[in-house]
């Protein structure tokens, strides 16, 4: 099963309004990986932020990590109709394998 | 420009017809991995690769071979390729140290019909 769940599946909100997307998962992690992914193309790669960071800011993007809760979530502040994408969290388990583990997605819609 | 490059982009083929995926980075990145994504399903890794010669299965690896014999190619082999291969298809490549899998650079995708 997957390692990290993303909620909720699909988001629809009004332009300039923030968007807040949570990822779930279930064992110790290196990092977290947070990817946008227009449709049918590549993933693009958003933020990286490790098990012993709490908060990181890319612009209009923060992420927050709470390993207590093996929960992070994304935000995007004022949203763009050009934010319209899929979103995924990726997670390099602590344990195991060296491969990282994708969510199903978040896919948000800005209306204009 | 760092980039990874993925060759074909659209291939439609018939089942048993032996297929390769080509992957290429100019980044000098050790680790390596191909991706199928399905609708509803994510994305899934086929297998990947933490350097030279060292390759590793993912969560679905049946029906698919791969290959690293130089750093920057990592080609995805369909021996006899069936419909339930038909995906869309990402190569990633990474640096990666004992803190962790670094971010990944995706290609632009291959969308694979088999018929």
């Known amino acids: 099963s997957q390692q990290g769940e993303e909620d909720p599946q699909a988001l629809s909100i009004q332009e300039g309004e923030n968007a807040t997307m949570n990822c779930s998962y279930k064992t110790s992690i290196n990092n977290l990986q947070w990817y946008r992914q227009n449709s049918g193309r590549g993933l693009v790669h958003l933020i990286l932020?490790?098990?012993?960071?709490r908060e990181k800011h890319s612009g209009r993007l923060r992420v927050t990590l709470d390993t207590s809760k093996k929960s992070s979530s994304l935000l995007i502040t004022a949203s763009r109709a050009a934010d319209t994408a899929s979103y995924f969290c990726a997670t390099d388990p602590l344990e195991g394998a060296q491969k990282l583990v994708f969510g199903q997605g978040t896919r948000l819609t800005i209306n204009p | 420009e760092a980039q990874v490059t993925q060759n074909p982009r659209y291939l439609i083929t018939v089942t048993g017809k032996k297929l390769t995926v080509t992957c290429s980075q100019n980044m000098n990145h050790e680790y390596m991995s191909w991706y199928r994504q399905d609708p509803g399903l994510g994305l899934r890794q086929i297998y990947y690769?933490?350097?030279?010669?060292?390759?590793d299965k993912g969560d679905v690896p049946e029906g698919y071979k791969v290959s690293r014999k130089e750093k920057r190619n990592f080609p995805l082999i369909l021996e006899s390729p069936s419909p339930n291969q038909t995906s869309l298809y990402f190569c990633?490549?990474?640096?990666?140290?004992?803190?962790?899998?670094?971010?990944?650079?995706f290609g632009p995708g291959t969308r694979l019909t088999v018929l």
């Open positions: 690769s933490m350097n030279v010669e060292v390759t």
């Open positions: 932020i490790r098990s012993n960071e």
């Open positions: 990633a490549s990474s640096t990666w140290d004992r803190v962790g899998i670094d971010t990944q650079y």
